[in-house]
């Protein structure tokens, strides 16, 4: 299944992937941490997301099956003025749906969008993800990745 840009036509589907993935995401956290980064209204906040993710601003590629999207990666450039690291291409978004992992779905959208940061002279890859998601953890770690922070937080 080729990867390929996504366009303003795939915003529709994209959005569809966003929402799954946000409960996906929400159902496996700790319930203090599901609080913590609940939407006040998931669908409208998404749709905002999905729209950025479409727009130049960011580069997002999507893989299909049959038509219909089955995956998605979005990531932009972040310039980090007098750090030796200098240029992050930071890897805001990347998500197969659970029917199409394990099919070598996920790697060549990461492929992709490193390309593009590549290409752009960036200096490293960034991501983040939750502590509790140890088979993202695991992933990454497995494509070079290395931990670098822990994030605290404190509900007031």
């Not at 319930?31 to 980064?37: E, L």
């Not at 299909?64 to 003025?81: C, F, R, T």
């Not at 394990?102 to 492929?111: A, M, R, S, T, V």
């Not at 695991?138 to 931990?147: C, F």
Request: charged share 25%.
């Amino acid at each position: 299944m080729p990867v390929r840009p996504a366009t303003q036509d795939d915003f529709n589907e994209l959005l569809n992937l966003m929402i799954d993935f946000e409960r996906q995401t929400q159902t496996k956290l700790p319930p203090d941490q599901a609080a913590f980064r609940a939407y006040v209204d998931t669908t409208a906040a998404l749709s905002a997301l999905a729209l950025e993710y479409i727009s130049p601003a960011f580069y997002t590629f999507v893989n299909a099956d049959h038509g219909k999207l089955v995956g998605y990666i979005s990531g932009e450039i972040k310039e980090k003025p007098n750090r030796r690291f200098h240029k992050e291409g930071y890897v805001k978004d990347w998500y197969v749906h659970s029917e199409h992992r394990g099919q070598n779905q996920g790697k060549p959208l990461f492929d992709a969008l490193t390309k593009v940061f590549k290409d752009a002279g960036c200096t490293h890859i960034s991501l983040s993800t939750h502590v509790s998601n140890k088979a993202a953890i695991k992933i990454y770690e497995h494509m070079g990745l290395k931990q670098r922070t822990i994030e605290f937080f404190k509900p007031l």
